[in-house]
């Protein structure tokens, strides 16, 4: 029978997108918490920050298949064969109206946000089923709830692993291997920072019929600070992370920061053009 809970005597868990924000903040909490914290970046240079808090890294880049496969089995022989919990956190955002959206950015959106991501997820399942138990706890977005404009990329992303990880859950019943989302809204981290740079790689905004707003859009990806209202920091994505690995019952989703719970209130009780007239509003103020 599936134990359906990770192993409390030595707590095993691999974080993906560890640079920064959420993934930085979530494995050295974790690490002081007394898990055994893989935690996985991109570059060597993001490697010394973590080993300062005494955390082990691992390069792993979404991106390319190899790596993904080179990282997961260096992680289950730092595990000595046991992974208790996976967090996919590593994810970027694509700005840009749909319409200038060329199929490359879209295709390295999903790259790294949702092929990437599943591969290695997949991995990892194979390695908790012969374990009978596991937590795998993805990182979504209030955006894989809701759509806002000019983030069509990153909305479909989002939207693609909330489906991926529904059906998970309904195809690893019974196996002792449970599946939760967290979806936060505005919370501190060099998300704005990262976006900006994709903006610039991907979108040419002077043949564009968005001109005007990108221009809006700038001055908000470029704004230090919070730039939305109800911003928190990264501890509160943390704080819903641990009880989605160490409750004896995990939530299937868990909503963090006031716009999620209000917005996915609003999706249950509005018509979808009532909705639509809410989400433009809030836009408002980014396009002018």
């Known amino acids: 029978m599936p134990k359906n809970k990770p192993n409390m005597t030595r707590r095993n868990i691999l974080i993906t997108g560890c640079s920064s924000g959420i993934g930085l903040e979530a494995s050295q909490i974790l690490q002081r918490r007394g898990y055994y914290v893989i935690a996985t970046v991109r570059k060597p240079a993001d490697q010394a920050l973590l080993a300062e808090a005494g955390v082990t890294t691992l390069l792993c880049d979404l991106n390319d298949s190899e790596s993904i496969y080179t990282m997961v089995a260096a992680a289950i022989l730092a595990f000595e064969g046991q992974i208790d919990v996976l967090f996919n956190n590593a994810a970027y955002g694509q700005p840009g109206a749909v319409e200038d959206l060329t199929r490359e950015a879209l295709r390295q959106q999903f790259e790294t946000n949702v ?15 012969q374990q009978g138990f596991g937590r ?72 564009s019929a968005h001109k005007t707003t990108y221009y809006a859009m700038e001055k908000r990806l470029l704004t230090p600070g919070p730039a939305a209202p109800f911003t928190l920091p990264a501890k509160a994505v943390v704080d819903k992370l641990l009880h989605a690995i160490e409750a004896e019952r995990p939530k299937i989703r868990y909503y963090v920061t006031f716009p999620t719970y209000l917005f996915a209130y609003l999706k249950r009780v509005l018509p979808a053009r009532a909705l639509d007239w809410v989400l433009n509003r809030v836009s408002r103020g980014e396009q002018q």
């Open 115 to 129: 092929f990437g991501t599943q591969e290695l997820t997949n991995l990892v399942i194979k390695q908790m089923r």
């Open 136 to 207: 795998i706890v993805y990182n979504s977005s209030v955006l894989g709830l809701i759509a806002l404009p000019y983030r069509g990329a990153y909305n479909a992303s989002k939207f693609a692993i909330e489906g991926l990880a529904d059906t998970l859950r309904l195809e690893l019943k019974g196996t002792g291997i449970d599946i939760s989302l967290i979806e936060p809204g505005p919370i501190t981290s060099k998300f704005r920072q990262n976006a900006f740079a994709k903006y610039q790689q991907h979108i040419d905004k002077n043949i």
